[in-house]
T-cell receptor, first 114, second 111 residues
Framework: DADVTQTPRNRITKTGKRIMLECSQT?????MYWYRQDPGLGLRLIYY???????NKGEISDGYSVSRQAQAKFSLSLESAIPNQTALYFC?????????????FGPGTRLLVL | DQQVKQNSPSLSVQEGRISILNCDYT??????FLWYKKYPAEGPTFLIS?????DKNEDGRFTVFLNKSAKHLSLHIVPSQPGDSAVYFC??????????FGQGTELSVKP
């Protein structure tokens, strides 16, 4: 079984709809992250959480919100989806957050906003 | 402003030859650098890293070189294999402890 799972894997929605992307991990890591990937821009950090009570904005948090329901679960919500939120979304986890941490990524959710 | 740049969106190499992927960064205070590899329909996976106290780190067919004065790092794959065909991202840790990714280079290794 995969250590970091994301649901759904693909989603098509309409402008103005609220949607939630979910991430679960079995690695026992405290730290979780949400990124989006756009062509020509690499991966950009949306939100991150260092533990259940900690939520921090990343580079591009506008239009997004998150919820850390448990150590193993970190959800990303688009309150009112817009077409420029069409992207590939990745969840990641890490153990310590130190300088030598490795981040482990889920398989991604491909989102299309019409 | 892009702090980590991979200026080649794509690279095509013959099987058995060397692949060289390049990455430039802007901040001389960055001190830890990583390469991630991504196959279609999968998330990125960690490949190799290097600390700024070194100028080279090797792991099998993969070697990362760091030139601090030029603020440049490169990933060498020797010999290249068709299974190496993927998108490669370089990434650095900023002072806030967060990863900053380059745009990615799509490597195609042809048999």
């Amino acid at each position: 079984d995969a250590d970091v799972t994301q649901t759904p894997r693909n989603r098509i929605t309409k402008t103005g709809k609220r949607i939630m992307l979910e991430c679960s991990q079995t690695k026992g890591h405290d730290r979780m992250y949400w990124y989006r990937q756009d062509p020509g821009l690499g991966l950009r950090l949306i939100y991150y959480s260092f533990d259940v009570k900690d939520i921090n904005k990343g580079e591009i948090s506008d239009g997004y919100s998150v919820s850390r329901q448990a150590q193993a679960k970190f959800s990303l919500s688009l309150e009112s989806a817009i077409p420029n939120q069409t992207a590939l979304y990745f969840c990641a986890t890490s153990e310590t957050g130190g300088a030598k941490e490795t981040q482990y990524f889920g398989p991604g959710t491909r989102l299309l906003v019409l | 402003d892009q702090q980590v740049k991979q200026n080649s969106p794509s690279l095509s190499v013959q099987e058995g030859r060397i692949s060289i992927l390049n990455c430039d960064y802007t901040n001389s205070m960055f001190d830890y650098f990583l390469w991630y590899k991504k196959y279609p329909a999968e998330g990125p996976t960690f490949l190799i890293s290097i600390s700024s106290i070194k100028d080279k780190n090797e792991d099998g067919r993969f070697t990362v070189f760091l030139n601090k004065s030029a603020k440049h790092l490169s990933l060498h794959i020797v010999p290249s294999q068709p299974g190496d065909s993927a998108v490669y991202f370089c990434a650095v840790y900023n002072q806030g402890g967060k990863l900053i990714f380059g745009q990615g280079t799509e490597l195609s290794v042809k048999p």
